[in-house]
């Protein structure tokens, strides 16, 4: 439940947040600050299981219960479907507005989850029902209180029922009640949220006023992550791509973000703030207009003090990708069309490839094809001597056996880190780098070291049901 607290009005004595009825708690509706802090810790320390939370609720006692000490239900399952009832319509917003609202809300949880949310058409197949009524509302125990004070309550079995006395907005105003946050809020108890006393949270007992945003901050992605866990790799591809910006009244200047491509999806990194970008992911076609629609293999750019170029590849074919105007050319300056097929661009090179990266140390492409690496010099357009290799053999293991043989997903160089990194499931290897060596001499050149969970280093990258796509 999301209470409306006006600054001069103090915290009423009804429930501010609840899950009322059936046995289940609502969350203490007073707590000091403090005390529900430690309610708030209390929760975060308690790692369990799904399971294991799910069958403690099945037998949790009541004192528990109200202590808030208990997260609300937790979900089994990864895919969630949800509805905005039929009869459940806000009389005072457009019926789209309220559901792409909604979407959105749900749509900021599944970006820091494994957990999708899919819009679905019939009640009897939603886990999550949403409404919004007056005073007394489909069957549900607690009745509403007219405009102020409740805005909104859940329930633990995952209703949602919002008050439509309530002067609800779905855009930026400042005037009414952002719906988004509310929606946000009570989403996060379906999913067994606590309150979380701290400024900046979406899980605050009383609606804030303050920032017309509803985004999840870093300790709102820990606390959901601590009952559904982190998003992990595969990746199609990955890569660092830079492009020249104009800056009003200065020089250009380059620009660089990291892109991870997933199927039909992609995600730009943001390093410095170690995040995805706010709203993503995105669909392929709506940053890289011309590519094929997914299924991209690789994805390479030569950025040198001469040139720039980038390409990209799929099957057999190559891309080459106009950066500045945002899209694939259609062809090259002698008037042959892309895609070509990459032997007609690399001679030498087998398709399809596994991916490449271009090395800033010795300006050559390499190219990564099952278990072979092959060294690709751009200048003159020919194999490198001596290769194709095997990957083992130009970037052996660190630590014996811990290696990714071969069938790389992605490889690239890292501006942010100043290293390569190699990346292949849920792992990534990080190849030595000239820090590395100062530090340990004994390290080989090229070497592997050991690999690490990808979600170690790369923070929510995560799925969203393709329902979810009109939201950009
Ligand atoms: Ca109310
Ligand atoms: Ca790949
Ligand atoms: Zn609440
Ligand atoms: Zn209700």
């Known amino acids: 439940m999301l209470e409306l607290v006006q600054s001069a009005k103090k915290a009423t004595n009804k429930p501010q947040c609840g899950i009322p009825d059936q046995n289940f708690q609502r ?7 403090s005390a529900s802090h430690t309610i708030g810790q209390k929760v975060f320390r308690r790692k369990r299981s799904l399971k294991t939370l799910f069958n403690r609720f099945k037998r949790a006692r009541k004192t528990e219960l109200a202590s808030g000490s208990v997260l609300g239900l937790v979900f089994a399952k990864e895919r969630l479907k949800w509805i905005l009832m039929h009869e459940g319509y806000s009389s005072h917003l457009f019926p789209e507005e309220q559901r792409a609202t909604l979407r959105l809300a749900f749509r900021l949880w599944s970006e820091v989850t494994p957990l999708e949310f899919e819009e679905v058409a019939r009640v009897s197949e939603a886990d999550i029902k949403l409404g919004f009524g007056t005073g007394r509302h489909f069957g549900c125990s607690q009745v509403f209180d007219g405009k ?22 779905t855009n930026n105003s400042d005037q ?11 989403i996060g108890h379906v999913l067994g949220l606590p309150h979380i006393y701290r400024a900046g949270s979406v899980m605050q007992p009383n ?29 199609d591809t990955v890569f660092d791509w830079v492009r020249e910006v104009k800056r009003p009244l ?3 200047v380059a620009i660089f973000n990291t892109f991870f491509f997933r199927k039909g999806w992609y995600w730009m990194y943001e390093n410095q703030n170690n995040r995805t970008r706010y709203g993503d992911p995105l669909v392929l076609s709506a940053g890289w207009s011309g590519l094929p629609l997914e299924g991209i293999d690789a994805a390479l750019q030569i950025w040198t003090l001469a040139m720039e170029v980038t390409y990209f590849f799929k099957g057999t074919q190559y891309w080459k990708y106009d950066s500045k105007n945002e899209r694939v050319f259609i062809e090259d300056s002698q008037g042959y069309r892309y895609p070509k097929h990459i032997s007609q661009g690399f001679p030498g090179v087998p398709a399809p490839i596994d991916t ?24 003159s357009n020919h194999m490198a001597f001596g290769y194709p290799k095997k990957i083992t053999e130009v970037f052996p293991a660190v630590v014996l056996g811990d290696h990714p043989n071969g069938n790389l997903d992605a490889a690239y160089f890292s501006y942010t880190h100043q290293a390569i990194f190699f990346f292949k499931g849920i792992y990534f290897w990080k190849v030595v780098d000239a820090t590395d060596i100062l530090n340990n001499p ?27 796509l009109i939201m950009k």
């Open 207 to 235: 609606y804030s006023t303050v920032g017309s945003g509803a985004e999840l901050d870093s300790q709102d992605r820990k606390a959901i992550q601590r009952l559904y866990g982190v998003c992990e790799g595969p990746f």
């Open 356 to 379: 490449a990266f271009f090395d800033q140390r010795d300006q050559h492409v390499y190219f990564f094809c099952n278990n072979l690496v092959m060294a690709f010099d751009v200048s």
């Open 148 to 169: 102020d004070q409740e805005l909104a309550h859940a329930w633990q079995h995952g209703d949602i029922h919002f008050d439509d006395d309530e002067h609800f907005t």
């Open 27 to 33: 969350t203490d509706p007073l707590s000091s600050a």
């Open 442 to 468: 004994k390290l080989p050149f090229n070497g592997l070291l050991p690999k690490k969970r990808l979600s170690e280093q790369w923070l929510d990258i995560c799925d969203v049901h393709s329902s979810m």
């Open 250 to 252: 200065g020089q250009p």
């Open 176 to 186: 009414g009640i952002s719906l988004l946050k509310v929606a946000v809020h009570e």
